[in-house]
């Protein structure tokens, strides 16, 4: 059974940088060919796409949105992924959540993921 658990969160002034991290658990040999995103979700808002990883591959995307200020990076010994957030901004206020998923490669769309985490708190003060 696969689980995920974020940490991290917190708050800081926007201009300022924070890494969160997702540790990764019982994963068979199949998480070879996982893809591990990072999504966020502010009140009233959709769930929306960050960045995702292939956990083998190594290969990255990202939303327009945080692109050239974000950085999603992994360490396959530790069974971690990284979410490395520089330059927040006001905007980059939700709950960021860890997902995996192999249905796709490096799929965009929540109902790709398959397992998810329960979320860390990042606020951006204005």
């Known amino acids: 059974q696969v689980q995920l658990v974020e940490s991290g969160g917190g708050l800081v002034q926007t201009g300022g940088s924070l ?3 997702c540790v990764v658990s019982g994963a068979g040999r199949p998480f070879n060919n ?14 929306e796409f960050v960045a995702t990883i292939h956990w083998s591959l190594g290969n990255t995307l990202y939303a327009d949105s945080v692109k050239g200020r974000f950085t999603i990076s992994r360490d396959n010994a530790k069974n971690t992924v ?6 927040l901004k006001f905007e980059d206020t939700a709950v960021y959540y860890c997902a995996a998923g192999s249905r796709r490669f490096l799929p965009r769309a929540p109902g790709e993921y398959d397992y998810w985490g329960q979320g860390t708190q990042v606020t951006v003060s204005s």
């Open 82 to 87: 990284y979410l490395q957030m520089n330059s």
């Open 34 to 47: 996982y893809n591990l995103g990072w999504f966020r979700q502010a009140p009233g808002k959709e769930r």
């Open 19 to 21: 890494r969160l991290s």
